[in-house]
């Protein structure tokens, strides 16, 4: 397959990753705010903590209070990795990709892209915004599950695979780090009182909440959560479950040269953290040098397999992160 069409797949893989991810990060988000006293210092700053986008938010607003984050992250078209933008540049991807497809997934990523459009203004309420966010969460879905029973499973789905689980592992270790602030010894009483609801959030922000209590088997902890989001081998957001996924993809491509040694060497650093060992400082460094790892395996694949490939750039809180201008 031509080296650009492989590129539109990744990227088309990588935006509904994303979209996925921002539409449940600010659903969940929404639920943890309403089940928490006001005196316990989780706000909607820690959304765009999470998302590497500080600078951004604050050369557009002044505060994070709850419409400015939401319309920042949901709608704003001038921030690349709002989930509309996501959502628009995935749609052009695919939209140049289609013979690659089955047709259903231009349809359904359209009708998507569609409809997010309509409801630019229902997102300022609370109510109208869940409807919106649920029927983005769906979609993703029904898109994931499209490609899995219809698409032949061949390089091309396999560009797919490595774009939507480079983009998961990175989101799960951004989660993470809001557990690693979670884990401060700093904490106010009120944060500790709500220990085992603010680690529920990180499950749920995942999907993962009912996997691990079927798999852990025990209270909610926070070395429990860490561990099992980082190490699990079965979770398909565990960053470990991520890199396998990939490693899977990687060595059924044509021509993939050292890659498999590069990935097997993040994946023996993956295994290799034990959060019980380290102090909360520690585990962030830990945290924003995986992050560091996953954007310089991103440039390998991308250098490996997409000639001349031309992305625009902005900056995060832990690292370049480099976007496809579709």
Not at 25 to 41: A, G, I, R, S
Not at 89 to 117: C, G, H, K
């Amino acid at each position: 397959m031509l080296s650009r069409s492989a590129e539109r797949l990744y990227w088309l893989a990588r935006y509904l990753e994303r979209t996925e991810n921002i539409a449940r990060q600010v659903n969940v988000h929404m639920n943890l705010l309403m089940d928490l006293p006001k005196d316990v210092e989780m706000g909607w700053q820690h959304l765009i903590q999470i998302n590497g986008c500080k600078d951004a938010f604050y050369s557009r607003y002044s505060s994070t209070q709850e419409r400015n984050v939401t319309r920042f992250l949901l709608t704003d078209t001038t921030h690349p990795g709002s989930l509309l933008s996501s959502l628009s540049f995935a749609r052009e991807n695919i939209r140049t990709s289609r013979e690659l497809m089955p047709d259903e997934a231009w349809r359904q990523v359209n009708e998507l892209y569609l409809y997010s459009n309509k409801q630019i203004d229902a997102i300022t309420n609370r109510r109208s915004r869940v409807l919106f966010l649920n029927e983005i969460l769906e979609g993703c879905q029904r898109f994931n599950g499209l490609l899995s029973g219809y698409m032949s499973h061949d390089n091309a789905y396999r560009f797919i695979r490595l774009g939507r689980n480079i983009e998961r592992a990175d989101m799960t270790t951004r989660i993470l780090e809001l557990g690693s602030i979670l884990l401060s010894e700093a904490r106010s009483p009120s944060a500790r009182q709500y220990e085992n609801i603010l680690w529920m959030n990180i499950l749920q922000s995942l999907n993962a909440l009912l996997m691990y209590r079927r798999h852990v088997r025990s209270r909610i902890k926070d070395d429990d959560v860490l561990n099992y989001l980082l190490l699990d081998e079965a979770l398909p957001r565990s960053v470990n479950c991520c890199l396998f996924e990939m490693a899977d993809a990687i060595q059924s491509l044509p021509n993939h040269n050292q890659l498999p040694e590069k990935l097997a060497e993040l994946q023996d650093y993956v295994k290799s953290i034990d959060t019980r060992q380290t102090t909360q400082t520690q585990l962030r460094v830990i945290l924003d040098h995986l992050q560091s790892r996953l954007g310089v395996l991103h440039a390998q694949i991308a250098k490996h397999w997409f000639l001349n490939s031309t992305q625009d750039q902005y900056q995060s809180s832990s690292k370049t992160e480099e976007q496809n201008p579709a």
